[in-house]
């Protein structure tokens, strides 16, 4: 079908002026019309390159506006045979999406670089990233552990919010017991009672419970006490407590393990003295000290200048203990210890405030960075 005369013919030239066509081209098929004047657009849209915002915007106009060609070239589809318009909607389609695809390239490239001020040289070295450390804490805690693994304890581990049980009774420590006054604790619930675990021996009753002999344990973790917090105290702490349970184990044995820890620990010619003490878990019981390793014994601000640092407690293993879980003291005997993580570390690095290690002082921490 050939264009015809009348008014649709003056329309069809006034669009064929307006896109740039040829006159010669009026006399084309709609179909073959259509096919033309896409082709020369997409080449000028192919070789589109802006040089500026400007230019995007006067294409945008030219191609997409409301006025623009596609809308232009869309609006023949009324002219094209009904048995060619699916074809020729597809033709169309295209050419909308490549106008409109060249348009979002070069508007997103400038949307990404507007602002941005000179380009980065990826080539040039990164910001550094500053390395972290252990904590002092952690870290002697760690030292505690290997030194006993050594010789032959596993790590054991439990919770830290504990029943009444666990945490008082089964130690020798019954309701209305005077050494429960030493522990001021914080209560979860009551009746029945559930705590914050005051110090690791519960991991030590719950070894015990599980009834497993001969044990050989070491206890590292965090515990609470209702304390006013200080330089030299604080409501919550580190502890690492040893239980080790066989047939004749002596006060002997426990001496000498502990003569193996402080040589590790702090170096040989340490020296170490054992003070009679009580405790409602161990008897006979021992608080421990070695020669202030600041002064070497002769006295400064850390040992109170007597020349000695209290480290530990320890003692053998009270037999009500090894009857509340079923152990006969009779055939076995044993001996328990316990230290504060903190004390070892406060003599280990001269740390003269407990409130440091918890403090979150980046100042603080960056004087382990060279530990290993």
């Not at 879980?325 to 230290?339: H, L, Q, R, S, W």
């Not at 290690?357 to 530990?371: G, T």
Request: glycine share 8%; charged share 20%.
């Amino acid at each position: 079908m050939y264009y015809g005369q009348g008014k649709n013919s003056a329309r069809r030239a006034r669009w064929y002026k307006s896109v740039g066509n040829t006159a010669n081209q009026l006399s084309l098929p709609p179909m073959q019309g259509l096919q033309e004047q896409i082709k020369l657009h997409e080449a000028e849209i192919n070789s589109f390159q802006p040089k500026d915002a400007a230019e995007l915007e006067a294409y945008r106009i030219k191609y997409l506006g409301t006025k623009g060609i596609v809308k232009q070239i869309f609006g023949e589809m009324r002219n094209v045979p009904n048995d060619q318009k699916k074809e020729a909607g597809q033709l169309l389609n295209s050419f909308k999406l490549l106008a409109e695809a060249k348009y979002e390239e070069f508007s997103s490239l400038q949307s990404a670089t507007a602002g941005k001020g000179p380009a980065i040289d990826v080539t040039l070295p990164g910001t550094p990233i500053p390395m972290g450390t252990r904590h002092p804490l952690r870290m002697v805690e760690n030292q505690i552990v290997s030194i006993f693994e050594k010789i032959g304890f596993s790590v054991a581990t439990g919770p830290e919010i504990e029943d009444d049980w666990h945490n008082f009774t089964s130690l020798n420590m019954p309701e209305h017991h005077p050494a429960r006054d030493m522990q001021d604790t914080f209560y979860v619930s009551q009746n029945p009672d559930w705590v914050l675990r005051t110090h690791t021996s519960s991991v030590q009753s719950r070894i015990m419970e599980e009834g497993n002999l001969p044990v050989r344990v070491i206890c590292p973790g965090r515990v609470y006490r209702n304390e006013t917090i200080s330089a030299r105290a604080h409501c919550f702490f580190h502890q690492c407590e040893g239980l080790y349970i066989d047939k004749d184990v002596s006060f002997a044995d426990l001496k000498q393990t502990l003569y193996y820890f402080v040589t590790e620990m702090f170096g040989e010619g340490t020296k170490v003295r054992f003070r009679p003490s009580y405790f409602p878990f161990t008897e006979p019981s021992a608080e421990m000290d070695i020669s202030c390793t600041v002064c070497s014994g002769s006295g400064c601000s850390l040992c109170k200048h007597t020349g000695w640092v209290e480290i530990l407690g320890c003692g053998m293993v009270h037999p009500n203990m090894l009857r509340n879980f079923n152990i006969d003291p009779e055939v076995y005997t044993g001996f328990a210890f316990g230290m504060g993580v903190e004390r070892i570390t406060q003599i280990k690095f001269q740390v003269n405030d407990l409130r440091l290690y918890s403090q979150n002082d980046v100042r603080f921490l960056r004087q382990f960075e060279s530990l290993p």
